[in-house]
């Protein structure tokens, strides 16, 4: 395929760039595509010259926009236009690959640009690591397994992956979870990348298919998408790839767009952790002692491995479950405290033999290097932990291993610093940005001091095209009957929102005894994609989720009610805990901010078009109607109906 990368208007020697720009986005709204039959939308417009000032000036821009103003037109054009002005990529970073997947897909907004506007744009997508296969988790596992599913991903990996042979020189990107959508995801999980492969010394590294795919979008021209979660590890890891002699994750950018940009916070979170794994350290520090070291390093390497199994048995010992989070709450005791002061102090002496057993020049250089960056890993890790109220911890288990994840609390003196410093301009989108038109919530949290802002509303004639229902819940089961009657009325075409996986399968539980005369999909069954592509081609069916608050994109009769079966507070997770502990008032700093926000999202699903109709039926306790009955119709975009 030949790609033409020149700007789609002329600038000549004694012309300003931002001057034409300007014409031609006037003119793409104004004239061209109306004559490819979009609506010429004044909301649209107003956002464009916003933009236009804030990448003139390489100004930070929170331009909240509500649904069916065309936001991803308007930032996908400067974006490309800018990236081919400056010969450098353009960033668009989304909150996840449900959204990434409404870009890039056959008759996504791209495409849609791209005919709209005759532009060939160069765009390539910067997926998460566990989106992609494992051929060290995946080989042996397909020696040993019956598993249909697993096996049918074997066969399909290319040749070439397992060809030593030096003669080999053809390769090409493979491995990208959307390959294999007849996955569910609990199996993926099983072969895909996780945290605890350690990829720089993996015999595989140079025909993984993560490894090929990042590659590939390096060389990107236009357009790079990825995630939030993957952008924030690029962020987290930059300063370490380039020490171990490696490419950041992510080239330099023109400009960075976050869509769903309010996510931003929980991305950089999550990013920014420190995850100790059981096994990851005997790992290492066996490998230390297999080298031809000193006699008080090995005194000292044993001290650490015993203090390190005692440790996690208490951690074991002392995490509890939360509902509708898979991390595990921790209570630090004494005991535990103790022991991490003293595993921290013994790293720090393990460091400093480290640097008298490599002037031995008995251990190569490579593994020096591995052993010292993962013992600093852990021993700042541990200093977080051991410093009050600067982290959040909590315990991940799985069938084989546990893992201690730490984060920092607050994450917006490394945003400031490593994001927000760089020059460029950056474009938070999305229809939730601000409270009651206020961004500074949103700016202060991430560390932003200086930015400009626009917020325009939906066209949409919401009165005539939306009804929403308010309902009162007090028995499950009673509850379950009354969706199932609501969607049975709808003959189907709806999406099912809950708060959690748990709820979800409480009602998967309860549908297997119904017998309805439409199909039921659910999250985690298949690839996303997949999912979401059954629901708008398999009519009528219903689509139940957890995650798809934001990013799903039906419109037409696919989709005409949802349901939102509880109202979506954050999980009592350790993370949400500290931000409750920290608040002046958890519940109206944290708890009602989070679940009006993520409401607004869910609403937001129902109405993509100025043609769609469609009822929305919200579900709460008592309680939760006598203290929140009020602010949720502030936040309607219509009156509700109890």
């Given at each position: 395929m030949t790609r033409n990368n020149a700007l789609p208007f002329t600038v000549a020697r004694d012309e300003n760039f931002f001057d034409r720009l300007g014409d031609y986005v006037?003119?793409?709204?104004?004239?061209?595509?109306?004559?490819?039959?979009?609506?010429?939308?004044?909301?649209?417009?107003?956002?464009?010259?916003?933009?236009?000032?804030?990448f003139k000036n390489k100004r930070t821009i929170f331009a909240e926009a509500g649904v069916g103003t065309g936001k991803t037109f308007v930032y996908l054009l400067y974006a490309i236009c800018y990236a081919r002005y400056r010969g450098k990529p353009a960033i668009?970073?989304?909150?996840?690959?449900?959204?990434?997947?409404?870009?890039?897909?056959?008759?996504?907004?791209?495409?849609?640009?791209?005919?709209?506007?005759?532009?060939?744009?160069?765009?390539?997508?910067?997926?998460?690591?566990?989106?992609?296969?494992?051929?060290?988790?995946?080989?042996?596992?397909?020696?040993?397994?019956?598993?249909?599913?697993?096996?049918?991903?074997?066969?399909?990996?290319?040749?070439?992956?397992?060809?030593?042979?030096?003669?080999?020189?053809?390769?090409?990107?493979?491995?990208?979870?959307?390959?294999?959508?007849?996955?569910?995801?609990?199996?993926?999980?099983?072969?895909?990348?996780?945290?605890?492969?350690?990829?720089?010394?993996?015999?595989?590294r140079h025909r993984s298919g993560q490894t090929l795919n990042r590659d590939y979008y390096r060389h990107a021209s236009d357009l790079i998408i990825c995630s939030h979660d993957f952008y924030m590890e690029h962020v987290w890891t930059k300063e370490s790839r380039k020490r171990e002699g490696q490419l950041p994750l992510l080239p330099e950018p023109s400009c960075v767009v976050f869509d769903e940009g309010h996510l931003l916070e929980f991305a950089a979170q999550k990013g920014l952790t420190y995850r100790f794994n059981f096994e990851a350290l005997n790992k290492v520090l066996t490998g230390y002692m297999g080298q031809d070291v000193r006699e008080e390093s090995l005194y000292l390497i044993e001290d650490i491995l015993v203090l390190h199994e005692e440790w996690f048995d208490l951690l074991d010992k002392n995490a509890s479950a939360v509902e509708g989070s898979n991390r595990l709450e921790i209570s630090l005791s004494k005991n535990i405290m103790d022991i991490a002061e003293r595993l921290h102090n013994k790293v720090q002496q393990?460091?400093?033999?480290?640097?008298?057993?490599?002037?031995?020049?008995?251990?190569?250089?490579?593994?020096?290097?591995?052993?010292?960056?993962?013992?600093?890993?852990?021993?700042?890790?541990?200093?977080?932990?051991?410093?009050?109220g600067e982290g959040i911890f909590w315990l991940e288990e799985n069938?084989?291993?546990?893992?201690?994840?730490?984060?920092?609390?607050?994450?917006?003196?490394?945003?400031?610093?490593?994001?927000?410093?760089?020059?460029?301009?950056?474009?938070f989108s999305s229809a939730t940005l601000s409270q009651n038109g206020d961004f500074s919530y949103l700016a202060s949290s991430l560390g932003i001091k200086a930015y400009d802002s626009c917020s325009v509303d939906s066209p949409f004639d919401y009165e005539s095209q939306m009804k929403i229902n308010g309902h009162i819940d007090s028995d499950t089961d009673e509850k379950w009957k009354n969706i199932g009657?609501?969607?049975?009325?709808?003959?189907?075409?709806?999406?099912?929102?809950?708060?959690?996986?748990?709820?979800?399968?409480?009602?998967?539980?309860?549908?297997?005894?119904q017998e309805w005369p439409f199909t039921v999909l659910y999250e985690g069954d298949h690839e996303i994609s997949k999912t979401v592509r059954d629901f708008q081609t398999d009519q009528p069916a219903v689509l139940c989720s957890y995650n798809l608050w934001e990013g799903l994109?039906?419109?037409?009769?696919?989709?005409?009610?949802?349901?939102?079966?509880?109202?979506?507070?954050?999980?009592?997770d350790p993370v949400f805990k500290a931000k409750r502990k920290?608040?002046?008032?958890?519940?109206?700093?944290?708890?009602?901010?989070?679940?009006?926000?993520?409401?607004?999202?869910?609403?937001?699903?129902?109405?993509?078009?100025?043609?769609?109709?469609?009822?929305?039926?919200?579900?709460?306790?008592?309680?939760?109607?006598?203290?929140?009955?009020?602010?949720?119709?502030?936040?309607?975009?219509?009156?509700?109906?109890?």
């Open positions: 006037g003119d793409v709204f104004y004239d061209i595509l109306p004559e490819k039959g979009y609506e010429l939308r004044d909301e649209q417009i107003y956002m464009a010259f916003q933009l236009e000032q804030a668009i970073s989304c909150a996840d690959e449900t959204l990434i997947e409404q870009l890039v897909k056959k008759g996504g907004d791209i495409e849609k640009l791209e005919e709209a506007l005759g532009l060939r744009v160069d765009v390539r997508l910067a997926k998460s690591r566990e989106q992609y296969v494992c051929i060290r988790k995946l080989d042996p596992i397909a020696n040993q397994t019956d598993d249909e599913d697993i096996l049918r991903v074997h066969d399909q990996i290319p040749d070439f992956v397992f060809d030593n042979s030096p003669s080999m020189k053809s390769f090409e990107p493979y491995g990208d979870r959307k390959e294999y959508p007849w996955v569910p995801d609990e199996k993926w999980e099983k072969i895909a990348w996780d945290p605890l492969q350690q990829c720089s010394t993996c015999e595989w393990l460091l400093e033999e480290l640097v008298f057993d490599s002037e031995l020049f008995t251990i190569e250089e490579y593994h020096v290097k591995i052993i010292e960056e993962y013992l600093e890993f852990f021993s700042f890790g541990l200093g977080i932990l051991l410093k009050e069938e084989t291993t546990s893992s201690l994840v730490i984060m920092p609390r607050l994450v917006e003196d490394v945003l400031k610093k490593e994001v927000f410093s760089q020059g460029v301009p950056f474009v009657q609501q969607l049975l009325e709808n003959e189907g075409k709806g999406l099912v929102l809950f708060s959690s996986a748990e709820e979800m399968n409480l009602f998967r539980q309860w549908v297997k005894n994109d039906v419109p037409g009769e696919a989709l005409t009610k949802v349901i939102i079966v509880s109202l979506p507070f954050p999980p009592k920290h608040a002046k008032s958890p519940e109206q700093d944290v708890d009602a901010p989070y679940m009006l926000l993520r409401l607004r999202q869910g609403i937001g699903r129902l109405i993509r078009t100025n043609k769609d109709q469609g009822t929305i039926d919200i579900w709460m306790t008592t309680e939760e109607s006598k203290s929140y009955k009020q602010k949720i119709e502030q936040v309607m975009p219509v009156n509700i109906e109890w």
